[in-house]
């Protein structure tokens, strides 16, 4: 009985050992057969290590080659706590603390937590992480501090053209201008090097070692002139301040290509020091901010008139000191009596309302259309992040007071790039060409890309824009609003402007506070620049021929010195401003 028991168990074991012994070898033959390519594939990647090959980002040069921004060499100094004795932990910090500009007491905590590992500052030059390397404590070098090779994006430039180039974040991305619209472009491609690793973690030195090289960001080449861009800047800061202004923006464009020269503003930041930019700060106010022009935007008016062969440079126009139109009373800026203005005198002596009696006889859908023509209330697709498209209402929103307004330069917005490119228009016989900021790109294989000129707009025709050329000359002789911006020896054509700023707190349009403008071109017998200026609320001087015009003046003057510009041989034809 006893015996037939035992068989039992023992045949009853020797089934379960037999299925135990089937179901590893099942296993054996899945993992040696059917699933032995990826657990090969996964005992490889446990024994290879990798490292990445970082890409250096590419440079920003001007249109001579000058750089803008570029990368460098540059030292980490990061520091192993563990390594360093409690007692020593003061002196450390003291010494270092001026070689990272960190306060000693951020130091002294970093080098007192309990990690192995602290950075202690970044980007730091060669030069400064030797002098890290030279230090000695009783003689000695200092244990758990070491310095690691990175790279630092230098501005050399700090504040010149920091709003077209902008910044870049701390992961090494663009954040603001160029650095963000190429971001692309600039930051290239990492490669990598792999190898394999034994058991212990160690370098196989017989190991196949794999490498992918790092391909280098390409440069991005600016129209922008940085010599014109530094002295424009200065020029405008000292006349900010002279002035007692807010602020202030100018803007210059070539005439043939519609290509950038120089884009300024004040209040800008250093790109090389993120610190510097205000909370709520626009980086780039040039294409950002909108202002309303004032009176510089009655060349809409008036080209659409000549255009239209309403009026010729002569045309007489009797003009009184107000009129009623719209529901609302438009006053000149002075009192005069009725007075009969050439059509080159309303313009010259920018009278309200001779530009607005020349404007009812346009009409209000051909006005709207010349707006548009000169490309207000769209953006000019210029390669800058952000950029606004100006305010211009559509016309079938006009209340009656909205084209009582829209002449003379108040309920219309725009950029100063924008009001830039109204001039090249008229400059570049009636031809406006958006305007562009990147003349090309070089990719990391040596490849050039050139960026193509946009196609032009005919706004008006090239004897219309020569004409009103012609009458744009009269405001910067004797008896015009902006003679401040005459430059001796050449003919200069173009308009000042004053407008009033709405009033935050009632809704309406101040008696206080202005944008003071002035755009123009030189010289005006073959116009070879365009520029325009925005002076933000100046205390000394509320129009445009007091700050603005003089301004334009001074960068004109070296403009025209830089690039070798003859004097004009020719004298601008004398037109009466009135008559009678």
Do not use: C
Not at 216 to 233: E, K
């Amino acid at each position: 009985m006893k015996l037939g028991k035992s068989l039992r168990r023992l045949r009853t074991s020797i089934v379960v050992v037999t299925l135990l012994l089937s179901v590893v070898f099942i296993r054996l033959v899945w993992l040696q057969g059917i699933d032995s390519s990826g657990y090969a594939l996964a005992a490889s990647k446990e024994r290879l290590g990798e490292v990445t090959l970082h890409a250096a980002r590419g440079s920003i040069v001007d249109r001579n080659g000058v750089p803008l921004a570029y990368t460098a060499d540059a030292k980490d100094i990061v520091a192993d706590p563990s390594m360093i004795a409690p007692g020593d932990v003061e002196s450390y910090a003291s010494m270092l603390a001026p070689l990272v500009k960190r306060p000693v007491g951020t130091v002294r905590s970093l080098l007192s937590a309990k990690s192995r590992y602290a950075l202690l500052g970044t980007a730091l030059s060669p030069a400064t992480a030797k002098q890290v390397d030279d230090l000695t404590l009783r003689g000695q070098a200092l244990p758990g501090i070491f310095t690691q090779a990175t790279l630092q994006r230098m501005y050399p430039g700090h504040t010149t053209a920091a709003n077209i180039l902008g910044l870049v974040q701390s992961d090494g991305t663009g954040a603001a201008g160029i650095e963000q619209s190429y971001d692309s472009a600039l930051k290239g491609v990492d490669g990598s090097v792999s190898y394999e690793i034994d058991a212990n973690g160690n370098i196989n030195p017989s190991g196949v070692i794999k490498r992918k090289n790092a391909v280098d960001g390409g440069t991005v080449q600016l129209t922008i002139d940085q010599d014109l861009q530094y002295t424009v800047q200065t020029l405008l800061d000292k006349a900010v301040k002279d002035s007692g202004a807010r602020d202030g923006q100018v803007a210059i464009l070539d005439v043939k290509t519609g290509q950038v020269r120089a884009l300024a503003s004040t209040g800008t930041f250093d790109s090389q020091d993120p610190s510097t930019i205000s909370a709520g700060q626009s980086l780039d106010p040039n294409v950002q901010q909108v202002f309303e022009p004032g009176s510089a935007n009655k060349i809409v008016a008036l080209s659409a008139a000549v255009e239209k062969g309403i009026i010729g440079p002569r045309s007489v126009i009797s003009v009184p000191d107000s009129i009623q139109a719209g529901g609302v009373t438009i006053h000149d800026a002075w009192w005069h009596p009725v007075q009969n203005f050439t059509a080159t005198g309303v313009l010259a002596e920018s009278s309200n309302v001779g530009t607005l009696l020349i404007s009812q006889k346009v009409g209000e859908q051909t006005f709207f259309d010349y707006l548009k023509r000169f490309g207000l209330g769209q953006q000019t697709g210029i390669e800058l992040p952000g950029e606004s498209g100006g305010l211009l209402p559509d016309i079938k929103t006009w209340t009656p007071s909205t084209f009582t307004n829209l002449p003379i330069g108040q309920g219309v917005a725009m950029t100063s790039l924008q009001l830039a490119s109204m001039y090249q228009a008229i400059a570049n016989n009636g031809q406006r060409i958006p305007p562009r900021i990147v003349e090309s790109v070089t990719k990391g294989d040596g490849t050039v890309v050139n960026t193509q000129q946009p196609a032009a707009t005919q706004v008006v025709s090239a004897q219309t824009a020569k004409t009103i050329r012609t009458m744009l000359e009269s405001v910067t002789m004797t008896g015009g609003t902006g003679v401040k911006a005459a430059v001796p020896g050449y003919r200069v054509a173009g308009k000042t402007g004053t407008a009033q700023q709405p009033d935050p707190k009632t809704g309406v349009y101040s008696d206080s506070v202005y944008w003071d403008t002035f755009a123009g071109m030189a010289p005006a017998d073959d116009p070879q620049f365009a520029v325009s200026i925005m002076i933000d609320n100046p205390a000394h001087g509320v129009h445009g021929g007091d700050v603005a015009a003089p301004l334009f003046k001074d960068i004109a003057s070296y403009q025209l010195a830089a690039a070798r510009i003859p004097p004009s041989g020719t004298t601008a034809p004398l037109v009466p401003l009135t008559v009678g």
